[in-house]
């Protein structure tokens, strides 16, 4: 699936149809997800059929249906390119920039007689 085509919303509402497929496979009652969730059934409706929720509802709702291991792709630590290990010389990212502009150029980055390195 190419997430990057649909809206957030729609997004939403294929995990939470997802959920509700793995919920029927396991034979789980909605009353029984919502208890062992510790959502109300009315939260967990709406997760299921119309992708609305938190994600701290997502974890407890992925939880009761045992199916808790699917975030761990969504856990996993980021880790730098080889190319970017190299040009990092070992140093750890402290913060990251954004892109910038010809215009955002400083006066002092403009070689002047003053300022020449030769």
């Known amino acids: 699936m ?20 793995i919920r029927l496979k396991k034979n789980m009652s909605l009353e029984d997800v919502a208890k062992g969730s510790g959502v109300s059934r009315q ?15 997502l974890i407890a709702i992925l939880r009761a249906v045992k199916e808790l291991e699917r975030l761990s792709s969504l856990l996993e630590e980021v880790r730098p390119s080889p190319l970017q290990i ?13 892109s910038r502009k010809a215009s955002d150029k400083k006066d002092s980055d403009v070689p002047t007689p003053k300022n020449r390195d030769w």
């Open 86 to 98: 190299v040009l990092m010389e070992g140093r750890k990212r402290q913060r990251a920039t954004g």
């Open 43 to 57: 939260t967990l409706n709406l997760l299921l059929n119309h992708g609305k929720g938190t994600v701290v509802n």
């Open 2 to 21: 190419k997430f990057a085509r649909y809206t957030d919303q729609a997004i939403a509402k294929e995990v939470g149809t997802y959920i509700q497929a």
